[in-house]
């Protein structure tokens, strides 16, 4: 029995007919494109859009103008620290330099630096002061400072802390000689109260202004004991 198709219906026939039908079936060459990579990404970035994962993708663009050298992001100027250091060594107002700079533009890496020199000379002598060095000289430059703001004095901790720290170098420059003639008593003693006085000298003269009057050597008092101190530190005495 065989019905005749309507639209949409499939043909049904009988055995007998199916028997007359022969054949094959040739399979399709189907090729699936699963897409290269670039459409694997696209699919990739829809889907976390789609559900709320976009920010994921977001890359911040650096600016190259932005991008500032290493010392300059520490705000480490070498060539300020090094006329800083040339206006401690020679504290005469006679060869010109302008040396008030080392006080109204304080810095602390080039104050941290000379502190760490002196430090690592002293280890020749106690490798325990180290620490000790530095401590004085934090806790030292801000009893100054007290004392400073106390008399009248019109600086900042940053100031005392920077000038404290640069004029430690006159007592690096005498170190090397105080190994030479360390056998002679009385030209180490002289070398030393020179040292001493050149460091005190070179700190009061920028931290002992005008405005203190008949009060400075309440101020420059205290300033000479403390390199005092730190000239201790250094000989064990």
Not at 112 to 124: D, K, N, Q, R, T
Request: aromatic share 14%; with cysteine.
């Amino acid at each position: 029995m065989q019905f005749s198709p309507t639209n949409g219906d499939f043909t049904f026939v009988s055995s007998a007919d199916a028997e007359e039908l022969s054949g094959t079936i040739d399979a399709p060459d189907i090729k699936l494109n699963m897409g290269n990579d670039h459409g694997k990404d696209a699919y990739a970035t829809t889907f976390l859009r789609q559900r709320g994962y976009g920010w994921l993708l977001e890359v911040e663009e650096e600016d190259s103008e932005d991008t500032k050298p290493l010392l300059e992001e520490l705000d480490i100027d070498l060539k300020d620290i090094y006329y800083k250091i040339r206006c401690v060594l020679m504290p005469m107002p006679s060869l010109g330099f302008n040396r008030q700079v080392v006080r109204d533009n304080p810095d602390f890496w080039g104050p941290l630096a000379v502190v760490l020199l002196f430090s690592m000379i002293s280890i020749y002598g106690q490798f325990r002061v180290v620490s000790w060095i530095i401590t004085i000289w934090i806790f030292g430059s801000l009893t100054v400072f007290l004392l400073a703001r106390v008399l009248g004095g019109e600086v900042s901790y940053g100031q005392v802390l920077g000038v404290i720290g640069y004029s430690l170098l006159p007592l690096i420059v005498i170190a090397p000689l105080l190994l030479v003639i360390g056998g002679f008593d009385i030209v180490s003693t002289l070398v030393k109260l020179f040292g001493v006085f050149w460091a005190a000298y070179s700190a009061a003269s920028l931290l002992v202004g005008d405005e203190f009057k008949t009060k400075k050597p309440l101020l420059i008092y205290p300033i000479f004991l403390l390199y005092i101190y730190f000239l201790s530190l250094y000989t064990g005495v």
